[in-house]
């Protein structure tokens, strides 16, 4: 069985190309090393659901993971403000931080 893995990373107000393109890369790495990977952005972009759902759907998939990768964009310093991280932590879940090249990729 495969270690489920949510990606945590920086969410701006209005989700952009490049956010979605930094979610998706590492999806794809996480993906290669044999997660399975859930992308937060995924429902967070869908029509099929609103901002405040896709929220609500996405911290009880974080639940239901074993581990976690944060994205170098996230300050950890200031990570008791990130409810994501909060979780994590107190549900004991595997922290991963940095390790995969989220650099764009060169045209």
Not at 5 to 32: H, T, W
Not at 34 to 56: C, H, M, Q, W
Request: with cysteine; net charge neutral; charged share 25%.
């Amino acid at each position: 069985m495969k270690t489920k893995i949510y990606i945590i990373g920086n969410v701006p107000s209005r989700i952009n190309k490049e956010c979605e393109d930094r979610f998706y890369k590492a999806q794809m790495q996480l993906i290669q090393m044999g997660f399975d990977v859930i992308n937060p952005i995924v429902r967070l972009t869908s029509i099929e659901y609103s901002f405040e759902d896709a929220k609500r759907k996405n911290i009880h998939d974080l639940m239901l993971s074993t581990a976690v990768y944060i994205m170098p964009c996230v300050e950890l310093i200031r990570g008791v403000e990130n409810i994501e991280i909060k979780l994590a932590n107190d549900f004991n879940l595997v922290i991963i931080s940095g390790l995969l090249d989220l650099s764009p990729d060169k045209k």
